[in-house]
């Protein structure tokens, strides 16, 4: 946990403009490093097409940031569809900044693995009274090799459940 930690702060420090120092490149101009993204067209829920993401190995990808997010009291909820061809599994993974500090929530009990159809997943992320994200990161978790393809990709707020 404490790697992750470190890791995130340092990948904030980096994207908000602080100091920086390259380590190593990943020149993204051909796919021989296994890792592709496309659309594809012809495989898809909703809308023109999905996104088709080939991973050599354990990957997590950011597919987005959100903030200024008004979910204060509410359940923020990050949910998608997914298609799998893959030797591991896939989940969604929200980070959210509050108050400068870092959590997250893994959709672990939602994951898909080996060859499946379109599945939904998602998973959750509860905000108390007084809790506001400054900003949310949303992540798709690969734990192994293979195809994913992605679609129908939603944020959303809902009501705290009652206890």
Not at 116 to 124: G, H, K, V
């Amino acid at each position: 946990m404490r790697h992750v930690l470190f890791t995130f702060l340092l990948f904030l420090l980096v994207c908000s403009g602080g100091w920086a120092q390259d380590l190593e490149k990943f020149p993204l101009d051909d796919a021989a490093g296994g890792l592709s993204a496309a659309i594809d067209r012809a495989v898809k829920v909703e809308g023109k097409g999905a996104l088709k993401i080939t991973v050599p190995g354990p990957s997590t990808l950011c597919l987005g940031e959100a903030e200024g997010l008004d979910v204060e009291g509410a359940l923020l909820v990050y949910r998608a569809r997914v298609k799998t061809d893959l030797a591991g599994a896939v989940y969604l993974e929200l980070w959210a900044m509050v108050d400068g500090k870092p959590y997250y929530s893994r959709g672990l009990d939602r994951q898909v693995q080996g060859r499946s159809d379109w599945t939904a997943i998602r998973t959750p992320f509860r905000f108390e009274k007084g809790q506001r994200p400054e900003k949310v990161l949303l992540n798709l978790v690969v734990t192994g090799k293979g195809t994913v393809w992605l679609d129908d990709v939603v944020l959303s707020k809902e009501p705290l459940p009652q206890q």
